[in-house]
């Protein structure tokens, strides 16, 4: 059903102005029933089509169909917007798995041409219809896409007792998952191998992580995942404030205490971009990407060695979308995008970093300095006394043996200033 739209022509469009055409860009939602699942009207659309654009598989499904010219996507995709562009105002249909705008191409077409000139004609997502097949509520699962993502983007997600959907790569995306789930201590969990869903090929298959052994698999599949996770399972907790243990270092580390004030100061909101200047281990930014899946974290770090494990922190933790910039600041900042917050917890000489990342702030934007050594900490006093913001003293003691008895250890006290650029 197209809803209450009532601008279904399926006759070549006449009459329209060349400042805005009507609903000439046509996305059709195809399952793999092909264009037995397709409405009247989604079959006209496409028979009416001076262009038609889809993958080679979806290009395959509707066959006959199309009498106009075809396109089967290019790599990258973003190679075929001009040809669609050129058709402005006339037919286009682009075919597209189920619902388009669900991790589908309608996010990427929408930026390019405006909604009123998109009509859209969804059918079920695979996550509906796996979502159907397992009787699991939608909004009671989590939602996750590795198709064209690291493995690892999942890792966030393994809490104990959460349902997961999971759409592949391909079709050894189950037992890479399978693995990694026995690597984390959740071999336990159940796995459904979903296949080719909604067509004649569909296919459901049931496994515990630790048994996988799921053959022949199709290209084409959905994972169903429930998470079992043993005492000692390697499960990233959703507090800020992540135990040391979990990040690979060489003492350049931000202690846990400490950065979990670092990022109540920081103060992350979703889809924000943080600067983390002196990546070290990547503590910082990789608990800031933790936050939100829509949250954003460049790292500079001159080190090649810190720069390499920060990375693998990053992947053991689920958040592999850091991007990591090797050199020094201020020279390294140079071009990059700028950022909504700062973080600078690896030294604040005098080299021109506070007024470069000063600079390249948003309005509003935050910066969050810690220091350690009295030359630094002497720096932000004066920095503090010109823009304002708020300075901290912090500092931590852990109990530790002394002799036969207990007493308090304290570590070296930090220096926080935070300002907020007007």
């Given amino acids: 059903m197209v809803g209450p739209m009532t601008i279904v022509d399926?006759?070549?469009?006449?009459?329209?102005?060349?400042?805005?055409?009507?609903?000439?860009?046509?996305?059709?939602?195809?399952?793999?029933?092909?264009?037995?699942?397709?409405?009247?009207?989604?079959?006209?659309?496409?028979?009416?089509?001076?262009?038609?654009?889809?993958?080679?598989?979806?290009?395959?499904?509707?066959?006959?169909?199309?009498?106009?010219?075809?396109?089967?996507?290019?790599?990258?995709?973003?190679?075929?917007?001009?040809?669609?562009?050129?058709?402005?105002?006339?037919?286009?249909?682009?075919?597209?798995?189920?619902?388009?705008?669900?991790?589908?191409?309608?996010?990427?077409?929408?930026?390019?041409?405006?909604?009123?000139?998109?009509?859209?004609?969804?059918?079920?997502?695979?996550?509906?219809?796996?979502?159907?097949?397992?009787?699991?509520?939608?909004?009671?699962?989590t939602p996750v896409t590795l198709h064209g993502r690291p493995l690892e983007t999942?890792?966030?997600?393994?809490?104990?007792?959460?349902?997961?959907?999971?759409?592949?790569?391909?079709?050894?995306?189950?037992?890479?998952?399978?693995?990694?789930?026995?690597?984390?201590g959740m071999g336990d969990s159940r796995l459904h191998v979903l296949e080719a869903l909604g067509g004649p090929r569909e296919r459901i298959r049931h496994v515990l992580a630790r048994e996988f052994a799921v053959h022949d698999i199709d290209p084409l599949n959905l994972i169903g995942l429930e998470v079992v996770a043993a005492p000692d399972a390697a499960v990233v907790p959703l507090a800020p404030g992540l135990d040391d243990a979990l990040?690979?270092?060489?003492?350049?580390?931000?202690?846990?205490?400490?950065?979990?004030?670092?990022?109540?100061?920081?103060?992350?909101?979703?889809?924000?971009?943080?600067?983390?200047?002196?990546?070290?281990?990547?503590?910082?930014?990789?608990?800031?990407?933790?936050?939100?899946?829509?949250?954003?974290?460049?790292?500079?770090?001159?080190?090649?060695?810190?720069?390499?494990?920060?990375?693998?922190?990053?992947?053991?933790?689920?958040?592999?979308?850091?991007?990591?910039?090797e050199g020094r600041a201020p020279e390294a900042l140079k071009d990059l995008p700028p950022p909504d917050a700062v973080f600078v917890g690896g030294g604040f000489s005098d080299d021109g970093v506070f007024e470069a990342v000063w600079s390249a702030l948003k309005p509003g934007g935050r910066l969050v300095v810690n220091a350690v050594a009295l030359e630094t900490e002497a720096r932000l006093f004066g920095l503090h006394a010109r823009y304002g913001g708020e300075l901290l003293r912090l500092q931590v003691s852990r109990a530790e043996p002394v002799g036969t008895m207990t007493g308090w250890r304290p570590a070296m006290p930090v220096t926080q200033w935070r300002a907020r650029k007007p």
């Fill in 10 to 141: 399926t006759e070549p469009m006449r009459g329209e102005t060349a400042a805005r055409p009507s609903r000439w860009l046509v996305l059709v939602g195809i399952g793999e029933d092909g264009p037995v699942g397709l409405t009247e009207t989604a079959k006209a659309l496409v028979r009416s089509a001076e262009l038609v654009v889809g993958g080679e598989r979806h290009l395959a499904l509707v066959g006959d169909l199309v009498r106009g010219c075809s396109l089967a996507w290019p790599r990258p995709m973003t190679q075929a917007f001009p040809e669609i562009l050129a058709h402005r105002g006339r037919r286009v249909v682009v075919l597209a798995s189920g619902d388009p705008f669900h991790y589908g191409v309608g996010r990427m077409l929408a930026a390019i041409v405006a909604p009123e000139e998109i009509l859209s004609l969804p059918q079920p997502s695979s996550f509906s219809l796996g979502a159907s097949r397992l009787a699991w509520s939608l909004p009671d699962l």
């Fill in 247 to 325: 990040f690979e270092n060489d003492g350049q580390l931000t202690k846990r205490e400490i950065r979990a004030v670092t990022l109540s100061a920081l103060a992350p909101r979703q889809g924000e971009l943080l600067w983390d200047v002196g990546l070290g281990a990547g503590s910082v930014a990789i608990e800031w990407l933790l936050r939100h899946p829509a949250m954003k974290a460049i790292g500079i770090e001159e080190r090649p060695e810190r720069a390499a494990r920060a990375a693998r922190n990053a992947a053991a933790l689920g958040t592999p979308d850091l991007r990591i910039v």
């Fill in 154 to 184: 999942i890792v966030r997600h393994l809490q104990p007792g959460v349902r997961i959907l999971a759409l592949s790569w391909d079709e050894t995306t189950p037992k890479k998952l399978a693995d990694l789930l026995v690597a984390r």
